[in-house]
């Protein structure tokens, strides 16, 4: 039976997610995985959160195994509120500020209630992949901004948006990942922070503020985040426990105006109802009996290790002309390799070979980056990094030395 002929417009333009899709190979098959973004597995604090999920059925019985309201369990509100305000983001109080499951969750309902289709959505380039995905279902226009060291480039911004003026389109958001972005690990200076607020305000626009990532900081870098710069209401920032404790709780939150979180309930109501409330009972005791805080300790150091251990085999082991990020924080090593090494074609016997990468142009609106690829050094163990990275070095400098050899030839 042909059943696609049910599957609405909206359907249709699901993609699959080829982080998704990777992962589901590497499962079948025994693959060094530089693919996904996941912590690393030893750093779970399985036998606390054991003790946790046991004290949450217990202590608050019926209360954790209930519907929740859709904004979320307020206690866990709370304790978000005073943690971010550790980190300079100060808001009026709960209304400002709700649990989604997961940071991918609010980038959805964002999507939903934000973007017409054909409006503007401005982001990094490269830029997180699953965001591009849940807002193509709303078909925006995009425009990408290039990075540099300092991240997104301000004035490249500022021109783009006087462009768009001038044609007179529409821009409800930038979406930024300002703090240890994801692909590149990359952080917005404070002078360009400021700018884009400035820029957002001259501009009347909404910024979107991912921040998975700075929790993971290797360097001492001073940054603010974009919430704590905005006055008028204008940032929406989103944050997450799946990178400090555990993907699987499921738990993010976002703090943002009134308006901005009543309209996302009434979108999450009906999504999910809720998110899990017994994850959110977990959470709260997360934070409360001080968990949050000793990963928050342990997890910088422990990824510092892989990141040197990362770069110092892409060093020794990648061919002349390869060129990476030192990402100062998160999870990721961005890199572009010379001209000749498409990364998407190399991937099926990069996998045939037992290594998995995601290739670079997956992360940018306009497919470029044929060159690139994104490595995460959070999840593979020590020595599954020296051997991944030592056979992509192999495959790609095959690649290099066939290409010179048939130029010569010629
Ligand atoms: C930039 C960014 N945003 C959002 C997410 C989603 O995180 P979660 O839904 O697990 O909270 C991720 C996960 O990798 C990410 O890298």
Not at 285 to 308: M, N, S, T, V
Not at 378 to 398: C, D, M, T, V
Request: proline residues 4%; glycine residues 6%; neutral net charge.
């Amino acid at each position: 039976m042909k059943l696609d002929v049910f599957f609405s417009q909206l359907a249709h333009k699901i993609r699959a997610s080829e982080v998704r899709e990777l992962l589901k190979w590497q499962e079948k098959k025994k693959i060094i995985s530089f693919g996904g973004g996941f912590p690393d597995p030893e750093l779970y604090p399985v036998d606390e959160l054991a003790d946790i999920a046991r004290d949450v059925i217990l202590l608050y019985r019926g209360e954790a195994l209930k519907y929740g309201t859709t904004e979320g369990l307020d206690e866990l509100r709370e304790e978000i509120l005073k943690f971010m305000k550790r980190f300079g983001i100060k808001v009026g109080g709960l209304d400002n500020v709700i649990i989604t499951s997961g940071s991918q969750q609010a980038i959805d309902i964002l999507s939903r209630i934000l973007i017409d289709p054909g409006d503007v959505v401005i982001v990094e380039k490269p830029t997180y992949l699953a965001a591009i995905n849940a807002f193509n279902l709303s078909s925006p226009k995009y425009y990408g901004v290039p990075m540099d060291q300092e991240g997104m480039k301000i004035d490249t911004l500022e021109s783009l948006l006087k462009e768009i003026k001038r044609r007179n389109e529409r821009v409800k958001f930038v979406y930024t990942i300002p703090t240890a972005q994801n692909p590149t690990g990359l952080t917005m200076s404070n002078e360009r922070r400021r700018r884009l607020i400035e820029l957002a305000e001259e501009y009347d626009l909404l910024i979107v503020e991912d921040n998975p990532y700075s929790y993971i900081l290797f360097e001492p870098v001073k940054y603010e985040h974009l919430k704590s710069l905005d006055k008028t209401g204008r940032v929406i920032h989103l944050s997450t426990l799946s990178k400090v404790l555990v993907p699987g709780l499921r738990i993010g939150w976002v703090i943002a105006e009134e308006d901005i979180t009543r309209k996302m309930v009434l979108a999450k109501q009906s999504m999910d109802v809720c998110s899990s409330t017994f994850s959110q009972y977990i959470a709260y005791e997360a934070f409360r009996r001080g968990l949050i805080d000793k990963q928050l300790k342990i997890l910088p150091k422990f990824y510092k290790r892989k990141r040197d251990l990362m770069l110092c085999f892409l060093e020794e082991y990648m061919p002349e002309k390869t060129h990476w990020i030192k990402p100062i924080g998160g999870m990721y090593i961005f890199v572009s390799l010379p001209d000749v090494v498409d990364t998407r074609e190399l991937l099926t016997e990069a996998l045939n070979r037992g290594v998995c990468y995601i290739p670079g142009d997956s992360f940018f609106i306009d497919r470029s980056g044929r060159n690139t690829m994104r490595l995460n050094f959070s999840y593979p163990k020590a020595h599954e990094i020296e051997e991944g990275i030592k056979i992509l070095g192999e495959l790609f400098r095959e690649v290099v030395d066939k290409r010179l050899f048939t130029k010569v030839a010629a």
